[in-house]
Structures are given as structure tokens and as C-alpha cells.
């Protein structure tokens, strides 16, 4: 019977990533995934590579800021190796924050933040409506996570990562109380190490029940009336716009608690749109191209579950909720360090599956 030196469960952004990062070390991988790869929570992100922001928890501050300074080099590869483009945007984002959240950023008054917008609004964006509550510039990048993780298969196939689509896995197997391969609900494969990056559905696969949850956000997407009406990415409390370079407009995104339901809803997806009319009036021409709900992996505590399990030869990498995009190439590389013993570029304790009982 065939065997792999790793065996990634899940086929989204993040275990596609380290699977290419596995190829790239000489291991043998096999991917499984329950749908299609890059179909869950990939394929419904806005792709807002956001480095720091009021609700990045403090222990994720330096994990995200390095993988965003990775990205250039990250697409490039992707991009060479699979022979796709992928839409990254290094346009920035301008963020419209209420006063009172000024003084959650220590050291800035509204006079600072005004002055960090390297010029006046009107001229950013031209299309914005004359908005009165502070606004200010941040020097971010946006991807298009479906270009991203069509081109991460890409990458994944051309390294000769070998791809199992349409199959749910139950089980870790076990050889003496070490991890030895996986069951699925239609047959097994062997391994000496696996890597648990199921997204929401990681907590379902024994022997761990980590304490992963489906947190759902809706979205939809508009054509813009016109090429270039938004240049940058938008943020405010209500919404934010995503613009892609084809025309697309990206706007979202809900956070519910809704279990494994991915239906949209008509009245949350209208309110999404006219949140977004109120920030840029011209976009009341635009047509909704598609509507759409994705589950994303939430954890108690907000932050990822990266690391070896108390399993030996298990490893997890899930729970990124809203930064999985960002934080894929930064999971990848440093995964892999720990699955291949070596001392990791960060350290992952603060991520720790132990910090939770299982």
C-alpha cells in the first residue's frame, strides 16, 4: 500500500501552502480534502491582507505582520509555478473609524490620523461620499483569494503534491499510540506524520476534538459602473469595499454564529449593499454579480492552533478565522519547520493545541 512521509487534511489556502512548502523540503505529501480544494473558507474571504488592526489580538501582531511582508514572494511563486495570475493590490486601504476609536490608538489624536492620509480624500477617492468622522491611510496589500488558491493547487500539482478531492476524513489512525495514517469514509491512507488543517471542521476528526467552530460571514460581489471607481480598499464599522483590478467589488462581510449554515440571507446581504451605497453613492448603478456565505475556523480565544498535538507524528494548523489569507504563507513556512524538527522561524507556543484540553 502507497505511502506519504505527510498527509495534510484539508485542501484550503493553508493546507496547500504547507504542502508546497513540504514538496519544497523533499517530503512526499498527500492532500485530502472533504469538497474541492479551495472551495470552504478560501474561496469566500475578502482578501484584506490586513498587518494590524484594532481587532488583531496582541499575540497575533508579529505572526501577521511577517506573513504579510511575505506575500510579494509568496504570489510571485505561486503565480511562476502554476503559471496563473493572481489579483494583489498594494493600493492600500483608507479606514474610516469613529472618533471614540481614535483614542483606542495610543499616541494619535484625529489631527494625527488626518495627517497620516498621504492626500485629501477627495483625491484618493473621488467616488467617496463626504464622510465627517475620521479617516485615515494604511499602507496594506488585498489579494483575490480565489486566483490565490487556484494558483496554490497549480503550484501543488506542478510539485507533484498528490491530491485526493471528495473525501471527508474521520479519523487519525494509530500504530502504538503514534499517528500512522488516516481513515475517510470511503477508504484509508498511511503516513508517518499528518497535519490537521481542516478549517472549521477540525474539531470532527478524531482522536482530538479541537475546539474549532464555523463562525459564517455573507459577502457579495458588484460590478462596478465603471473600471477604477474604487481605488482602494475601504473600511468602516458597517462594511468594507474591496476592489479587484477586473472590476469586481467586493463587499462584506457579516460575523454569525450560525453552526454549518451557509445560506445568505436577502434582507443581510441588502443591508451589506446599501452600507456600502452610503461610503461610494455611484455604486447604487452597480449589479450584484453573486452572493455567497463561508464558514470560517474560529477558536475560543481568537488566535490560531498551530503545532505538534499530544499525539506524536500529529500535528494541527487551523483556527485562523478571519486571517487565514494573510497568515497562509507565514502557517506554511513555519510548520513545516516544526513537522521537520527544526527550530522555527517564530516561535508557536503562544498557538499551542495544549492550551486547550482534548
Not at 523540503?25 to 469566500?44: I, T, Y
Not at 463562525?215 to 460590478?223: D, H, P
Not at 461610503?279 to 480565544?301: H, M, S
Amino acid at each position: 500500500m502507497k505511502s506519504w512521509d505527510v498527509i495534510v487534511i484539508g485542501g484550503g489556502i493553508i493546507g496547500l501552502s504547507l504542502a508546497i512548502e513540504l514538496r519544497k523540503n523533499g517530503a512526499s505529501v498527500l492532500v485530502v480534502e472533504r469538497g474541492e480544494p479551495g472551495r470552504e473558507a478560501s474561496h469566500a474571504a475578502g482578501g484584506m491582507l490586513v498587518e494590524c488592526s484594532l481587532e488583531t489580538p496582541k499575540a497575533l501582531q508579529a505572526l501577521a505582520a511577517a506573513s504579510a511582508q511575505m506575500y510579494p514572494e509568496f504570489v510571485h511563486e505561486l503565480q511562476v509555478e502554476s503559471g496563473l495570475r493572481v489579483d494583489l493590490r498594494d493600493q492600500g486601504t483608507i479606514v474610516f473609524s469613529p472618533a471614540e476609536h481614535v483614542h483606542q490608538r495610543p499616541g494619535f489624536t484625529l489631527e494625527d490620523l488626518l495627517k497620516l492620509l498621504p492626500a485629501p480624500l477627495a483625491e484618493l477617492e473621488p467616488a467617496l461620499a463626504d464622510f465627517k468622522q475620521p479617516a485615515f491611510y494604511l499602507k496594506e496589500r488585498s489579494v483575490d483569494p480565489r486566483g490565490l488558491t487556484a494558483a496554490a493547487l497549480g503550484a501543488a500539482k506542478h510539485r507533484g503534491v498528490d491530491i485526493s478531492s471528495g473525501e471527508e476524513v474521520t479519523a487519525v489512525n494509530l500504530s502504538n499510540g503514534r499517528a500512522c495514517g488516516i481513515a475517510t469514509k470511503k477508504t484509508s491512507y498511511l503516513a508517518a506524520k499528518i497535519v490537521n488543517c481542516a478549517g472549521a471542521w477540525s474539531g470532527q476528526i478524531a482522536p482530538q476534538a479541537f475546539p474549532t467552530r464555523p463562525v459564517k460571514g455573507q459577502m457579495l460581489c458588484l460590478l462596478s459602473p465603471s473600471r477604477g471607481l474604487v481605488k482602494h480598499v475601504l473600511r468602516s464599522p458597517e462594511v468594507y469595499v474591496i476592489p479587484r483590478s477586473d472590476g469586481r467589488i467586493l463587499v462584506g462581510a457579516t460575523v454569525e454564529e450560525a453552526g454549518f449554515d451557509k445560506r445568505t440571507d436577502v434582507a443581510t446581504i441588502q443591508r451589506l449593499r446599501r452600507a456600502a451605497i452610503a461610503l461610494v453613492p455611484a455604486l447604487r448603478d452597480a449589479k450584484i454579480l453573486e452572493d455567497w456565505a463561508g464558514l470560517r475556523p474560529g477558536t475560543p480565544d481568537a488566535l490560531p492552533i498551530l503545532g505538534a498535538t499530544s499525539t506524536p507524528g500529529y500535528y494541527v494548523a487551523t483556527g485562523h478565522f478571519r486571517d487565514g489569507i494573510l497568515l497562509a504563507p507565514i502557517t506554511a513556512r513555519v510548520m513545516a519547520q516544526v513537522i521537520e524538527e527544526k527550530i522555527p522561524d517564530f516561535n508557536p507556543d503562544a498557538f499551542s493545541p495544549a492550551r486547550f484540553p482534548c
